[in-house]
């Protein structure tokens, strides 16, 4: 016997929003979309990469803040068109969502 089809499925974007939570770097050159950072976080270049962003988005999703939060999770996510196009897809409100529970 199979499991539920709901049960089977899961959507992608959740994944590349916890992915960019734990990548963690100090090394400039490993952040891909680097004018997107220092348009934003400049700090984040040389001090946690995507994790860096990512932090502040969690803070503005409790802050109810889902524009800034749905920017940064998306400036993360910039290098893979893929995951850009599922976050998009999801929109704010589910990905706060999701972001509020960390």
């Given amino acids: 016997m199979s499991a539920p089809l709901d049960a089977q499925w899961k ?3 959740p994944k ?3 992915a960019c939570l ?3 770097t100090s090394n400039p050159a ?3 979309c680097q004018g997107d950072y220092t348009a934003t976080y400049p700090e984040c270049l040389a001090g946690g990469g995507r994790a860096c962003p990512m ?3 969690v803070g503005a999703a409790k802050a109810d803040d889902r524009d800034k ?3 940064l999770t998306r400036i993360c996510q910039g290098h893979d068109g893929t995951a850009h196009e599922h976050l998009k897809a999801a929109g704010p409100r589910a990905v706060c969502g999701h972001l509020m529970a960390k």
């Fill in 30 to 32: 490993e952040v891909h």
């Fill in 69 to 71: 939060a749905f920017k």
């Fill in 55 to 57: 932090a502040r988005a």
């Fill in 11 to 13: 959507p992608d974007w």
């Fill in 16 to 18: 590349h929003c916890d």
């Fill in 22 to 24: 734990g990548y963690y």
